[in-house]
């Protein structure tokens, strides 16, 4: 398994959505709140983590993830982990980040939640 | 089965021990699902040891016990010891607004394992850990 780690990114109208894959520590966790701070002030409000292609995950990889939800709750945005590894959602449910984040099998599905928001941010 | 290893202060070097992990268990016909906690404990048990080995010498000893039942993962460090019953049991809406927020390492290693011991002095600490791969 690669576990060199690279992310993707989109951006759908207000939503912000980063596929990463491989080995989420504290790089990898730097660079996605990293991605998302650059965002956040293009005025993105809401972010979809696709963690697909990473099924290491470390604790401080997730602090780097614990700040970009207390920076969407100064805005009321929302972040959506998406595609989750069995393992990697158990140990995020033992963080107590399903608290505050949401999760959804994919993408499609976490758009439409978003959406159901009354974010819209599906294409026309 | 059982593989050893002396781990130096490298960035991602806990990657070496996830990857012997998931080849002994592939060599024992484990599928990939049910190493998948044990992957996050390895991560973490690692990583936390790495962090607090000190400099004498900046490594961690790692060992891996496998079988078709269960894994023990053996780690340890030769730092400064810690008191386990004195760090805080985190919490996220404490860690939300908070300039800290790491410190989970234990917890996890806690919660996704069946068995968790640790002994720590001023020698080092070891850590213990048991997971049935249900």
Redesign the interface.
Known sequence: MDQQFTLTKEVRGECLIVTTSGYINNVGGEAIASECGAHFANGIQDVILNLEYSKVVNSIGMSYIIEIIERLQETGGTLVFTNLDAAVEKMLSIMGLFKYARKEATVADALSALGRKGVGHESR | MRLHLTLPRI??I??VA??GL?RLARHLGIAD?KV??A??LV??AV?NALEHAGDTPPTVRVEFTLTTEEIVIFVQDRGKGFDPAAVED????G???SSN??G??L??MK??SDDFRIESGSQGTTISIRKLLR
Request: net charge negative; glycine share 10%.
């Open positions: 960035p991602d806990e990657l996830i990857e998931e699902d998948g906690e992957r996050i991560a973490e990583t985190p919490d996220i809406t860690k939300l607004g927020k790491r989970w390492g917890k996890l919660s996704l």
